[in-house]
DNA sequence: ATTTGTTTTGCAATCGATTGCTTTATCTGC
DNA sequence: GCAGATAAAGCAATCGATTGCAAAACAAAT
């Protein structure tokens, strides 16, 4: 069903049925209403491709996401699809993994599909591999990333103050009388070497100034968290605390701590980062530094749609996480 | 760039470009070679907007799941888009919400995108008003569904033999001589109504006849799973076993029962299904009948690629699927 | 040099919409 | 009943590709 299919069995010209369907003025009522009838007979659905190609605009917006499979990431995802979907967008969600060349070549996958925006979901994309491809295949679409910023001109950024919130969370095990605390980030972006400054502030500040040297790592898995935190205990049998960077090899850490006869929190607190639904099925429940997700994911729509309607939102907003205290701490 | 820019750079015709873009033959090695080059100095990219508007056909899959928060769907929709893409198409996300009306107001969103296919992950979409919808909306392209099955002629399904698997893990129980079984379904869809046949074919065989009659309902959450937990401890204090219809309630009523003081598994043993990462983060670690999430995956995007590409597989496969042990039982 | 045959290349229509401009229909007032 | 104004509808170009068919270029054979 064609808009010329319509404008046959209505009698009239295909731009008549054209501005029927897009309610522009001008047309009689009496015309309106029978074509309007025949839309509905005939169930008839605009071919997107088609407006796309001549309003150089296809109502769709590109989501980059390093892996979707990790809690934190969906979940934004999820929010920023449903804020997206409510204006008329449609979301195409790109897996992009996480080197370098895997991320530059879903984006080079995405430039040929006309998007009308891009939204980056984790603070992994803040590299120069990224900011070049971006410049070069999308140098003109707003682009909003979620948990990240790149100096161009088109990039809009949503922050989180991990800095204080990951010192905020050190100093919480200190006060709880936990000296000796082990920082464990998956990967050293920029976004995690901010987490591990606010956490060596801390200690600097703190009674065990020699924890500044307990620093681990262990990616975003259950498996590496329970390594790395066996191999904590083994170099530091006095460990008392335990900062790690994200949820999931937190939850495993706790875990690892339990198995080994270590009663957390008593003798052991362990924080992790994002306040994923993982803190919640973690037993004793996990504290966890909470990174606004929901308030990213809002943030991040709402300046990318802002981007669109050809507003021009602040290019850096900044949040501030908070501390979620459950059993682990 | 579009196809005219580069043809006038090179003096050629756009039909010439557009047979080097598409590496058709019948083109002068010189001229091809030429014409390549230029390509690659101005970076060109095919527009695939006025492509798909021509060859009818957008490269693109439309994806529904009610919720992508939900971890066994996440990683089929994490897989599937993984395969698709490697297949050079892309992927439209879809969350659906669980409502009949919201599944169909998404399927009508589809429509206007010109989709070459669609898959749709989970049981919940086998109902009448989505086969209706389908029906009406996408009656010639190929439709998968992973864990789901319609009569339409162009529908092929993925299925998973759950009626045995629940019926296996209730054996199981009884085998550890826990005969006292409820069971807890999120809503009563075909599948979960498969399910609890499953549950009753076994409770029927065993030594307590009488939990046939123990069939609770609780929403896929936390929240919910350990809500029906506490009623079912209050309603049945000798209750010896819980099958669940999936783990986030699950794990959930693992909690649950430890908070009441009682032993898993040796008082009462713990079964959720899907088998998600929830199952190894719970403590203790959930026991859960495997669907085959990966299998699912794999066979339902292999499927649409084959319909896409004109053979016609199977409308519909069964997969078997299998206990992993845990700590729970 | 001319004819025939084969490569290469270009023309123009097409896909399904949108929209500026022109034409036609309708209405108003005298 | 008619000029002039306004409302309604249509024409045709456009978006950026693809492709059947025709034309041009070149090669080989007579």
Redesign the interface.
């Known amino acids: 069903m064609t808009i010329y299919d319509i404008a046959k069995k209505a009698g009239v010209s295909a731009s008549t049925v054209s501005r029927v369907v897009n309610n522009k003025p001008g047309i009689k009522p009496e015309t309106r209403q029978k074509i309007e009838e025949l839309l509905k007979e005939y ?1 008839y ?6 407006r ?2 001549v309003n150089r605009s ?1 109502k ?1 917006i590109g989501i980059l996401i390093t ?3 990790y ?1 934190h990431y ?2 934004i ?2 929010f920023v ?2 804020e997206l ?1 409510r204006a008329g967008y ?6 992009t993994g996480t080197t370098d060349e895997s991320k530059v070549d879903a984006i ?7 998007i009308d925006g891009l939204l980056t979901v984790g603070s992994t994309f803040q590299c120069d591999a990224v900011k070049e491809a971006l410049a ?2 999308f140098p003109d679409i707003p682009i909003a990333m979620a948990n990240g910023y790149l100096p161009l001109p088109n990039v809009k950024g949503v922050l989180v103050d991990e800095y204080n919130g990951v010192m905020e969370c050190v100093k919480l095990m200190q006060e709880n009388n936990h000296h000796k605390i082990a920082f464990i980030r998956p990967n050293s972006t920029p976004a995690n070497l901010n987490k591990q400054k606010g956490f060596l502030q801390a200690t600097r500040e703190g009674k065990a100034p020699e924890c500044a040297d307990w620093i681990y790592q262990a990616a975003t898995s ?1 498996e590496e968290g329970y390594r790395v935190t066996q191999q904590i205990l083994r170099e530091h049998p006095d460990v008392e605390g335990l900062m790690f960077c994200e949820d999931e090899a937190a ?2 850490g706790v ?1 690892a701590l ?1 198995d080994a006869g270590v009663k957390v929190p008593q003798q052991v607190n362990v924080i992790g980062v994002d306040n994923t ?2 803190c ?4 004793p429940k996990l504290t966890a530094l909470d990174n606004m997700m929901l308030e990213m994911s809002m943030e991040s729509s709402r300046i990318l749609l802002e981007s669109l309607n050809g507003n021009n939102p602040p290019a850096r907003i900044m949040l501030f996480s908070r501390i979620i205290q459950r059993e682990t701490t």
Chains 1, 2 share one sequence.
């Open positions: 169930g659905t605009p071919n997107e491709t088609a796309g190609l296809s769709m892996d979707i499979r809690a969906m979940d995802a999820f699809e449903q979907s449609t979301c195409l969600i790109v897996n080079h996958r995405l430039a040929q599909r006309q070069k295949s259950l939850v495993s875990r339990t639904r993982y919640e099925i973690c037993n």
